[in-house]
């Protein structure tokens, strides 16, 4: 299943490129930034997030 996901719409996620890498920041309700997680891509840096959450 292919699903195409609006970065734009994710709540409490934020989205950067930095030195050729993705930044994935879960941002509390006050707007700081609680964990990150990296990668070569969205996808490895969001099950990266998921991961340090675990």
Known sequence: MN???AIHKLKNLKFEIINN???ISLID???YEIIKGYGVSIIEAIND???NLL
């Open 49 to 51: 997030l998921h991961h």
């Open 3 to 5: 699903t195409i996901i």
């Open 29 to 31: 309700k006050e707007g």
């Open 21 to 23: 890498e993705y930044v």
